[in-house]
């Protein structure tokens, strides 16, 4: 994607009537800083963090809860089958949620280099992780659709939304495979065979999870009581 050099940078449009006047927050993929600009674009308040910023919220208490880059290539490379089926040569997407205070610095850090895309601080307190794993070899030989080119039958990545206490410990999986269809659930044949769902939103609506899988082209709901 281009960028040309005429295109306007900073606020470009305010409309005061037409407008809720409010914060604005966002962070760069790739980058390692997050902004909370104003309706005028003035920057309020900038975090930063050495391991990456990709995707932030800020939590009720003025804390910031992030995603970061990919993890550094000794945990990345791990020796487990989901290296092989990684993207970028086994790099990792994420290496962590991490939560900064107020002045940035780190109060509470969950490490895994299996993690990707969407999280969610529960009202409890727990955190919702969204980790890849391996899928059973008889199960993902018999996923339909998708295009094969440079994947190894029977090797699949499938999703898992964990989720975790402020300790760290697991006390909830909802492991996404144990509950579709071979049958309804086949990948669209746009997309590879790495992966079988993709899931790229994380949320909770009334304690059910809120889920979108990009490569199913399916936005569901789970009850979280029955899966």
């Not at 975090?47 to 992030?66: E, F, T």
Request: charged residues 20%; hydrophobic residues 30%.
């Amino acid at each position: 994607m281009g960028w040309p050099t005429h295109h306007p940078s900073g606020l470009i449009h305010y409309s005061p009537p037409n407008s809720y006047r409010d914060y604005t927050l966002f962070s760069n993929l790739g980058g390692h800083h997050a902004y909370l600009v104003d309706m005028e674009g003035h920057v309020c308040h900038r975090w930063h963090s050495d391991d990456g910023i990709n995707y932030s919220y800020l939590l009720p208490n003025g804390h910031l809860l992030l995603r970061t880059g990919p993890a550094g290539q000794e945990i990345s490379f791990l020796d487990r089958p989901e290296r092989d089926l990684l993207p970028r040569g086994g790099r990792t997407a994420s290496g962590a949620i991490l939560e900064l205070d107020w002045d940035g610095n780190v109060v509470w850090a969950y490490r895994d280099p299996l993690l990707h895309h969407d999280f969610e601080r529960l009202p409890n307190g727990n955190t919702l992780v969204l980790v890849w794993e391996s899928l059973p070899e008889e199960l993902a030989s018999n996923v339909s659709g998708g295009f094969s080119a440079g994947t190894t039958k029977g090797q699949m990545l499938g999703d898992v939304v964990r989720e975790v206490t402020p300790n760290g410990d697991t006390v909830n999986e909802w492991r996404s495979w144990e509950h579709l269809s071979l049958e309804e659930d086949t990948i669209c044949p746009l997309e590879g065979r790495l992966e079988w769902t993709h899931q790229n939103c994380l949320n909770v609506k009334d304690g059910d999870l809120l889920v979108s899988f990009r490569q199913t082209s399916t936005v569901g709901i789970v009850d979280r009581s029955s899966g």
